[in-house]
């Protein structure tokens, strides 16, 4: 018997699976309304993903940009926080399945379960090039960058060196464009000081990109300029080369082979097993195409949101997977859900774009509004503010604030540990 | 070949392996002296370890109490950090050996190898009762904890949850009373309002010492005020007994058996390999027993302070295992490899007690400077103050004040993140 089955019952019983943006923000927008709720998670926290990167490149700590789930909601008794692993949806039964044999009832069932970098049917790249979904993902990350710096500083062999301080991301979306402004910056600025044997701003850093340009969703001459920032940084910019290998030894992309020791894989994602529990209609990717009101082909009481789903704007155009777009679809979810309750219906979910930001080093981001578009110092000013305001709480807005002030004037990074099996550099 | 054979051959070669409070300690008095200096650590970073326990226990974060250790040296052209495995110690030849394969020749070695936990003689409890020494340790600790109480708001077998709920901390030296009192306080204030099926408040605490009391390195009326603290936090102490057993089901002492599914081993340590490498005399806990000088009997050009030593005070009780013994060992070594080098020699090594601070809880804490005692809250303040002071950086200071601040005004832990393999909950 679980939790969920200890409340009252005449409650009409929403279950949330993922406490995300999506997730969260319509368990949010869900208080006060005659329900009680079970959000399941199979993390403990919520977590900020757009600064993910940073934790990846050392420069925050994983508590500056996750919240334990049950802090958030401590306030909320009608709320029931689980700890656990979904396997699957009973829709016949309208029972969400817990991995452990466990399984939910719920009247509206809300599925926000995000998704995971994909491989384009190179599961076997996974070990070489990891991607950033996860803190695990950044700490492992973040250890196989400062390893590599840590090997390269005892190689004598030139060969070998040179692969260690080659460092390849895949991919030049928004996520690849900042990890690779910020590894340049690391091995340029952050680092140079404390090596002896290597010159870290030797360090090569390559961005392949299989499209035509960096930050393809973002307008032209912002991606020109993107581009140009990051050349000035170091960075080396590999337009329309797609990727035909990845490996221990380093990376192929048409034709070319490029020696490096650390891929980072930024180039694609597939949503979570949500369409395959319940075997609806979804694209390449695995995102359920949902209907304008955001239910599931076939079961009014199951919502999709996130990045889990697609769904065209009022634009024609697919919802970009972003977090304001879930927070949007979180929001809606739980309008409709409390319409429902009352016996009305909203009309369909239509999604505002606010805008796009993405940095790409020190005192250089862009800002695509829409109306207007902004690059340079003050979109810099205005990314940082933005993130700062859209973290949860006074402590780690202050905390982030601190950490960022550290790395803006003295180029250094407070997290800089590598932990996991630390001792062993291996060759 | 290594880095450190690189160096100018015609200056001594100081080989320093362990970046601890004694290494690092020795490595910055050494500034300035004509010796090229190699660090050797299997870590990237120095470790506050009085702070640690906080770490295991959500109050600070992994950044806040750890520095890399290159970070720290950046400004000392002279010396060579190597992250490396030392495997032993080849005293003929002066070569460190690498574990893999490489060597480093030192004219003078200082081993400040620290220590690990022990089981006197029971190794096999360890995955039962993990002890803390490493950030991994902490972090381990830390899910293990924040865990328990997931799977207790899971769990309906009244039984399992009490196990669940029972946490039996093994020592009541200053890191079993630390860690008690702060998991008694997460309990009680941090965690209760985030549950719905469990009242963490009535979690058992539990302190097992083999000893008469608690902190017996304290004078008797602080150690009768810290038990007294503990146990106003709601702390059981168990004084005079011996445990027997660790498993998975709980601890078995004195006859008694207590089922617990967390432990936690605060009950001893051993020294590092050190003394094996040399072959050196040691005591039962392998520490090895050094000159009045410091150095290794028969070979006076290696020295060993820290927690791999032990040698007796100027009031013949032997020097305790805390950071100011190791760094005032430092501060000697170094200053006897100056002196040698000039041709002089120093009067044996004289350790000056600074004093003894133990946190219990809010609040609550002890200190004894010898002269005078105190406890209470004006103690509390002094051990937060002492311990912001010895870290090192404003920005960690900043950070850990500001953590402290919101676990003192709201109760709040920040770092409550269950990571590595967080989504297996297990039953």
Known sequence: MTSAQARPSNLHRVVIVGAG?????????????????????????????????????????????????????RDRPEVTTLFANVSGVDAANKRVLLDDGDSLPYDTLVLA?????????HDEWEPFAPGLKTLEDATTLRRRILVAFERAERETDPERRAALLTFVIIGAGPTGVELAGT??????????????????????????????????????????????????????????????????????????????????????????????????PADRAFRLQVEPDLTVP????????????????????????IAPAAKQQGVYVADTIKARLRGEKLSPFRYQHAGSLAQIGKRKAVIDFG?????????????????IYFLIGLRNRLSVAISWLWIHARDQRAARLITQGSSKVGR
């Open 21 to 73: 943006f999506g997730g969260l923000q319509a368990t949010h927008r869900l208080k006060g309304a005659p329900v009680s709720i079970t959000l399941v998670d199979r993390r403990n926290h919520h977590l900020f993903q757009p600064l993910l990167y940073q934790v990846a490149t050392a420069s925050l700590a994983t508590s500056e940009i996750a919240w334990p789930i049950r802090y958030l909601l």
């Open 113 to 121: 379960t995000g998704a995971r970098h994909a491989y384009f049917g």
């Open 183 to 280: 590894i340049a910056e690391l091995a340029r600025d952050t680092l140079r000081p404390d090596f002896r044997n290597i010159d870290t701003h030797a360090a090569r850093v390559v961005l392949i990109e299989a499209g035509q340009r960096v930050l393809a969703g973002f307008p032209d001459d912002l991606s020109a300029y993107a581009q140009r920032s990051l050349e000035s940084l170091g960075v080396e910019v590999m337009l329309g080369q797609a990727v035909t290998e990845c490996s221990v030894d380093g990376v192929a992309y048409g034709g070319n082979r490029l020696a490096a020791k650390t891929l980072i894989w930024a180039a694609g994602v597939r949503a979570s097993s949500a369409a395959q529990w319940l075997g609806a």
């Open 298 to 321: 076939g079961h009014p009481d199951i919502f999709a949101i996130g990045d889990t789903v697609t769904i065209n704007g009022p634009d024609g155009k697919p919802v970009p997977g």
């Open 371 to 387: 109306r207007f578009k902004l690059r340079g110092t003050l979109a810099w000013w205005i990314w940082g503010i933005a993130h």
